[in-house]
């Protein structure tokens, strides 16, 4: 079992920048997709990002292309996710979330069905 700790959450005006982190304990993370999703009030959980095993491949939703950054360190058992030029729709609980299986890919960790772990989630909150 493992478990995931978001941070770096927080209040941030729009045009503004925040780092979220996921550090993981229980398991190591090297062999796992890892991936963030995020919900607004109301609404569905979405895909943010994805990354590869080795962090060479990442994936990203068509609406946080270019302004977001999914990154990992696998020495240290954490993912991360750089949020730049932020706009007040970016406003949600962002979630960390670890692939089901060893064999899910990078892609196919956009849908919610191949998440295996998720962590309790970080409010970010993006004001006008």
């Known amino acids: 079992q493992v478990q995931l700790v978001e941070s770096g959450g927080g209040l941030v005006q729009a045009g503004g920048s925040l780092r979220l982190s996921c550090a993981a304990s229980?398991?190591?993370?090297?062999?796992?997709?890892m991936g963030w999703f995020r919900q607004a009030p109301g609404k569905e959980r979405e895909f943010v990002a994805a990354?590869?095993?080795?962090?060479?491949?990442?994936a990203y939703a068509d609406s946080v292309r270019g302004r977001f950054a999914i990154s990992r360190d696998n020495a240290k058992n954490s993912a991360y996710l750089q949020m730049n030029s932020l706009k007040p729709e970016d406003t949600a609980v962002y979630y960390c979330?670890?692939?089901?299986?060893?064999?899910?890919?990078?892609?196919?960790?956009?849908?919610?069905?191949?998440?295996?772990?998720w962590g309790q989630g970080t409010q970010v909150t993006v004001s006008s």
């Open positions: 990354i590869s095993k080795s962090g060479t491949i990442s």
């Open positions: 229980g398991r190591t993370l090297s062999s796992y997709v």
């Open positions: 979330a670890k692939g089901k299986s060893t064999f899910i890919t990078t892609q196919a960790m956009s849908d919610t069905a191949n998440v295996g772990d």
